[in-house]
């Protein structure tokens, strides 16, 4: 892959600065596209990018359905195939993108599964509230369930982030993109509740800068981890007695699934979730579809 280090090497550090992607995403890219050149470079015996052809690719894409990869894999490869080619067209390194009218194989979409509003309170009010970790715990899932939040956002949260006299938090998401999330009365209550009573307890007096302004702590005084966090919700999860998979983002996708069903306008849910794309957000519209389907087949006297 000696012809193409290079321009690779340039690609990955525009994805990463310009585009802001995460680490794990420029890995993906990177190991896609090696394989990728690899084979270009070995197998087609072309040193440039001009040289490559739609046909190519195709035969590459042929090598990828051969060795049995998921179709989401493949489409991740295309993604990435196309999103390079553009980038040395950008950049008048070919003249071309070989890879532009290669279509993205059409997966079947899985549907997120989702806690009814009963369970929701079922697992919060497993939380006791006369104990430090208790109130701490009771915050956290009234946070993500009322803000729709990722646990990685949530985790990051600091103190200044709190606009609590308009009811709003500040949540920095994927790339860094800031984003304005109301917080809701019943967890900005939760929330002021934790930081007038538990959070002070769970600063280390000997390490005061450990907690690093961050607004959940673990009993160290150190901010808490996703681990910890899913550990959190799991826990409340089995004493609710909940039988379905319960993990943070599913308080999420029952955000967003709620909301919908409740009327709330879909790019509305799309600014609160921080979707770059709507058709990301869409997908909890067949989540309300489908229950609109098991209502209809439940109750309709010829369904």
Do not use: C
């Not at 990051?156 to 009365?185: C, H, S, T």
């Not at 879909?266 to 309300?288: C, F, K, P």
Request: glycine share 6%; net charge neutral; no cysteine.
């Amino acid at each position: 892959m000696k012809a193409f280090k290079s321009v690779l090497k340039h690609y990955l550090q525009f994805v990463r600065l310009e585009k802001g992607l995460s680490d794990n995403s420029v890995f993906s890219y990177e190991n896609d596209l090696k394989r990728y050149l690899h084979f270009v470079e070995q197998d087609l015996r072309i040193g440039n990018l001009s040289g490559i052809t739609l046909q190519h690719i195709e035969s590459y894409l042929q090598e990828l359905t051969a060795m049995e990869l998921a179709v989401s894999t493949i489409a991740r490869n295309i993604s990435s195939i196309r999103s390079f080619h553009e980038f040395a067209v950008a950049e008048q390194i070919a003249e071309a993108n070989p890879a532009e009218l290669i279509e993205l194989p059409k997966k079947a979409q899985k549907l997120p599964e989702v806690l009814n509003a009963t369970e929701v309170e079922q697992i919060i009010d497993q939380a006791d509230r006369t104990t430090n970790a208790g109130i701490r715990d009771a915050a956290i899932l009234e946070t993500l369930y009322a803000s729709g939040m990722r646990v990685s956002e949530l985790t990051d949260l600091e103190m200044d982030r709190l606009f609590f006299e308009i009811g709003f938090i500040r949540v920095i998401g994927k790339g860094n993109k800031e984003r304005l999330v109301p917080v809701g009365e019943i967890a900005q209550q939760a929330l002021e509740h934790y930081i007038e009573t538990a959070r002070k307890k769970f600063i280390n007096p000997d390490k005061p800068g450990k907690s690093e302004n961050r607004l959940f702590l673990n009993q160290r005084g150190g901010p808490l981890t996703r681990m910890s966090v899913w550990n959190i919700v799991n826990k409340y999860a089995m004493k609710a007695g909940i039988e379905k998979n319960v993990y943070p983002h599913i308080f999420r996708h029952s955000f967003a699934t709620h909301l919908l069903e409740g009327g709330a306008d879909l790019r509305a849910v799309q600014e609160m979730l921080g979707h770059t794309s709507i058709t990301t957000t869409e997908i909890y519209t067949h989540v309300d579809r489908s229950l609109l389907h098991q209502v209809h087949k439940e109750f309709h006297p010829r369904a």
